[in-house]
């Protein structure tokens, strides 16, 4: 059978995502959080970076909270910027060690993987997280980032900044009608389309009445 074109690709890939969030316990995969408090999780994939510490300054001036999906050998590298990440209230997680996709790793090299990059992370207050490389899950990989104790963390809203490299696209697609209370949202760390872009975005969704918080803050039940 010849491989569907990429939008019917990514449009089953949502689709099997859907289902795994709904059928799935929510320590096991997270793909949004509870709808009762205008509040959004903003996640950051792919640091730290060299950018690091402008993107804290723009979530401080906001009043925001985020979680940073980091990537193991990166954290080695950006030492300073994890830390500073951590220092000022931010909510760090696990993105990988070398940041290849989990369906691809057998399961004692997916083991390696978290063992190597929670040692590399201050400890977790609570369940710890993770987000795979690309989003990309199988059942497989799902289950055994669950039995060594993480839940899976995907998103609900994509700005899509890995797809643009226009800030007032990526604007566009954080705007506080393409949300709603709740929601995760994707972004990437160490882009400055996606930093130019922050500013207004985060200003926007704070008219619009959201507070910005961590995903274990999103999750939790306080
Ligand atoms: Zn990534």
């Not at 099997?16 to 969030?21: H, K, M, P, S, Y």
């Not at 059928?23 to 997270?30: E, K």
């Not at 979530?59 to 980091?70: C, D, I, K, N, P």
């Not at 989990?102 to 997280?129: H, I, N, Y």
Request: hydrophobic letters at 40%; one cysteine or more.
């Amino acid at each position: 059978m010849a491989a569907p074109p990429l939008r019917h690709a990514r449009t089953l890939r949502r689709l099997a995502r859907l289902v795994a969030e709904r059928t799935l316990p929510r320590a096991v995969l997270i793909g949004r959080g509870a709808p009762d408090r205008r509040r959004v999780a903003l996640t950051f994939d792919d640091g730290p970076s060299t950018l690091t510490d402008d993107y804290l300054d723009v979530l401080e001036a906001a009043g925001a909270h985020a979680t940073f999906f980091v990537v193991g050998e990166t954290c080695l590298k950006y030492r300073a910027s994890l830390l500073a990440i951590v220092a000022r209230g931010h909510e760090v997680a696990a993105h990988g060690y070398t940041h290849r996709p989990f369906p691809s790793l057998a399961a004692a090299e997916l083991r390696d993987e978290l063992k190597r990059t929670s040692r590399l992370l201050p400890p977790a207050q609570q369940r710890p997280l993770v987000r795979p490389p690309g989003g990309q899950v199988s059942a497989g990989s799902v289950a055994r980032c669950a039995r060594a104790g993480y839940t899976t963390v995907l998103w609900s809203v994509d700005s899509d900044d890995c797809r643009t490299n226009s800030p007032s696209q990526v604007i566009a697609n954080l705007a506080p009608q393409r949300l709603g209370p709740g929601d995760i949202v994707l972004l990437h760390e160490g882009q400055p389309w996606t930093l130019e872009a922050l500013p207004p975005a985060l200003s926007a969704l704070r008219e619009a009445g959201y507070q910005m918080v961590t995903v274990s803050e999103l999750c939790s039940r306080r």
